[in-house]
Antibody, heavy 117, light 108 residues
Framework: QVQLQESGPGLVKPSGTLSLTCAVSGGSISNDNWWSWVRQSPGKGPEWIGEIHHIRNTNYSPSFKGRVTISLDKSKNQFSLNLTSVTAADTAVFYC??????????WGKGASVTVSS | EIVPTQSPGTLSLSPGERATLSCKTSQSISNKYLAWYQQKPGQAPRLLIYGVSNRATGIPDRFSGSGSGTDFTLTISRLEPEDFAVYYCQHYDTSFYTFGQGTKLEIK
């Protein structure tokens, strides 16, 4: 079955850009699925950031609009998250996920990102 | 924006007991748009229930979901030691997902 693995820097400087990649295995990113990014700040519940479809349609949470870009690379079977102008409030674990029917049915293990100088 | 509200914040029970977790939405929603997740420390959330009452693949039948309109419930019929975790409900609304703040189920 589909498995997801996040990767990227664990430390980002304030005002910098957070960039993460999610590698998809056990299935094709070009299947008729949406793929999401979710943030979970320490001690808080998950917070949906946005999603992308293989035809490159995207939807973003209003909380992140203007700072977030989600893209995908079919040749590498992966999708990516870019979050600009980060602050300490963006320190969190970031998960990538495969969307099911109005939910997220497969999750990566998560990538911990700290925003600090 | 419809934000799910979960209660209680913490639930203390013993193995073998029945757990009832609540999720309320500010407006009536379609049943197919409500899901439940379990999260253990250091792990990603795991989908338990979708469409209010459908168990995800591999989820034991002691987990059940019910409800309609604005009031939804996750029930664990007989708690096993591995069930003590944090549970989140999640709502979908026109390309936007929101999660509740969670209920921590702890061992009494």
């Amino acid at each position: 079955q589909v498995q997801l693995q996040e990767s990227g820097p664990g430390l980002v400087k304030p005002s910098g850009t957070l960039s993460l990649t999610c590698a998809v295995s056990g299935g094709s990113i070009s299947n008729d699925n949406w793929w999401s990014w979710v943030r979970q700040s320490p001690g808080k519940g998950p917070e949906w950031i946005g999603e992308i479809h293989h035809i490159r349609n995207t939807n973003y949470s209003p909380s992140f609009k203007g700072r977030v870009t989600i893209s995908l690379d079919k040749s590498k079977n992966q999708f990516s998250l870019n979050l600009t102008s980060v602050t300490a409030a963006d320190t969190a674990v970031f998960y990538c996920a495969k969307n099911g029917a109005f939910n997220m049915d497969v999750w990566g293990k998560g990538a911990s990102v700290t925003v600090s100088s | 924006e419809i934000v799910p509200t979960q209660s209680p914040g913490t639930l203390s029970l013993s193995p073998g007991e029945r757990a009832t977790l609540s999720c309320k939405t500010s407006q009536s929603i379609s049943n197919k748009y409500l899901a439940w997740y379990q999260q253990k420390p250091g792990q990603a959330p795991r989908l338990l229930i979708y469409g209010v009452s459908n168990r995800a693949t591999g989820i034991p039948d002691r987990f059940s979901g019910s409800g309609s309109g604005t009031d939804f419930t996750l029930t664990i019929s007989r708690l096993e030691p591995e069930d003590f975790a944090v549970y989140y409900c999640q709502h979908y609304d026109t390309s936007f997902y929101t999660f509740g703040q969670g209920t921590k189920l702890e061992i009494k």
